[in-house]
């Protein structure tokens, strides 16, 4: 018995099969072939990104300690790289007038050194005269925490009787005598120079080299869409950093500017110096304002006859500040500059570890100019990674797929 003409065998393949069967078992192959070669490079791409990220991890760790031992050559390249940023766009509007690029970029690093003269002038010089005055300010600090200490004296007294109670060993131990004040600095002063004058010159090459480099940039590229993308990060971190401590200064001006109006309406000694010195503590975040309020408390209480009196100069700088940090500042800088106030702290105190203060005063500007780079170049997904998402929000296959 033969089978029905009309219902074809499944195996059969030869000419008299269904053409319909054959393309729609190629087309099934041929789609299934690239959702295997894409879940492949799904894997690939994850893969090399998880070694981006342990990379970069081990690179945040180990770089403290590289730049810390280094010091002299890196601390001084950074510091000249963000005086770099800041002042090109002042030596462009110079050369703009036709001056020479060297006498432009001479010009603008010198008034940057004329501004910080002034400023350290207006701090340093009272400072040094009103040292005399620090014995009699600690005296008078100690017999305003006697008085204070005869009214709890109920409280002296039964912190004795709990150590009489709990008993404790006396251990004598052998203090080693370290070097003095005066010898530190001493032994310091010979590599704080080399640094300055490193950073100053290192400054001064880069300032004169900025049109040369931005030429370099934009012609050597072999496609356009390279050229075109160097050239706005450029720019982005050029305007970012240069515009936030431009912004800053004036706004810490405004702030040395009312606590030296302040510190002359309350009686206090050299209102300038307090004014200069409340505006470059303002540039530290966090550590700055509160290390003006702990000066202007001893200092308060140093000379005023009650506590409650030495203590109105602090607390006047602290309603200043929480009017400044949280409407001026961030009505006038806006959301552009709007930084995550952890991001601000590990970058402080990240930077602070490896260089102490300098890295502290320049850790605002390298968090701007890092996080400038990173909004060009890709801001990396790390907390959606963790969760299997990929890495950077535009996905390479994506884009594979797209094309």
Same mark, same amino acid.
């Given at each position: ?20 069967? /054959? ?7 041929? +789609?299934?072939? %690239? &959702? ?22 081990? *690179? ?6 590289? @730049?810390?031992i280094g010091s002299v ?5 950074? !510091? ?8 090109? %766009?002042?030596?462009? &509007? ?8 060297y006498l432009a970029s ?15 002038? $207006?701090?340093?010089? %009272? !400072?040094?005269? /009103?040292?005399?005055?620090? %014995? ?16 709890? $004296?109920?409280?002296?007294? @039964?912190?004795?009787?709990? !150590? ?11 203090? *080693?005598?370290?070097? +003095? ?9 010979? #590599? ?17 080299? &900025? ?7 934009? *012609? ?10 160097? !050239? ?59 290390? /003006? ?7 308060? @209480? ?30 006038? @800088? ?12 590990? $970058? ?11 890295? $502290?005063?320049? #850790? ?12 060009? *170049? ?16 535009t996905d390479v296959l ?6």
């Open positions: 018995m033969s089978l029905p003409t009309d219902t074809p065998h499944p195996e059969q393949t030869g000419p008299d099969a269904d053409p319909g069967n /054959m393309q729609g078992g190629s087309s099934a192959r041929q +789609t299934g072939r %690239p &959702r295997r070669t894409m879940g492949f490079a799904a894997q690939e791409l994850r893969l090399i990104s998880a070694l981006v990220v342990l990379l970069s991890i081990g *690179l945040f760790l180990a770089l403290p300690f590289v @730049l810390s050559v890196f601390l001084p390249l950074v !510091a000249a790289i963000v005086l770099t940023i800041v002042l090109s %766009p002042l030596a462009d &509007r110079l050369a703009m007038f036709g001056i020479p690029n001479f010009a603008a690093l010198l008034a940057f050194l004329g501004i910080l003269a002034l400023a350290l002038t $207006a701090v340093l010089s %009272p !400072a040094v005269s /009103m040292l005399d005055e620090v %014995p009699a300010m600690i005296a008078r600090i100690g017999e305003h925490f006697s008085h204070l200490q005869g009214s709890l $004296a109920w409280l002296t007294r @039964l912190n004795e009787q709990i !150590a009489g109670i709990v008993g404790g060993q006396q251990n004598d131990q052998v203090v *080693l005598a370290g070097p +003095t004040v005066l010898q530190q600095l001493a032994l310091a002063t010979p #590599s704080v120079v080399l640094e300055v004058l490193l950073t100053f010159l290192m400054a001064f090459f880069m300032i004169e080299a &900025r049109v040369r480099l931005r030429r370099r940039l934009l *012609l050597e590229r072999q496609h356009f869409g390279a050229s075109l993308k160097a !050239a706005r990060v450029m720019r982005a971190v050029q305007d970012r950093v240069a515009a936030y401590i431009l912004t800053v200064g004036l706004i810490n001006l405004g702030v040395g500017l009312i606590v030296a109006f302040g510190a002359w309406a309350l009686g206090l000694g050299a209102p300038v110096m307090w004014g200069g010195l409340a505006a470059l503590l303002n540039f530290l975040p966090y550590i700055g304002p509160l290390t /003006m309020i702990a000066l202007l408390t001893l200092f308060g @209480l140093g000379t005023a006859d009650s506590p409650v009196v030495g203590l109105i100069p602090a607390a006047a700088y602290l309603g200043l500040h929480t009017v400044e940090s949280n409407l001026v500042t961030p009505a006038i @800088l806006g959301a552009r500059f709007t930084m995550n106030p952890v991001l601000i702290l590990l $970058a402080l105190s990240y930077f602070s570890w490896i260089w102490g203060v300098t890295g $502290a005063l320049l #850790s605002v500007p390298i968090l701007l100019t890092i996080t400038a780079l990173v909004d060009h *170049l890709g801001r990396p997904n790390l907390v959606g990674f963790i969760f299997g998402e990929p890495l950077f929000s994506e884009l594979g797929e797209a094309d």
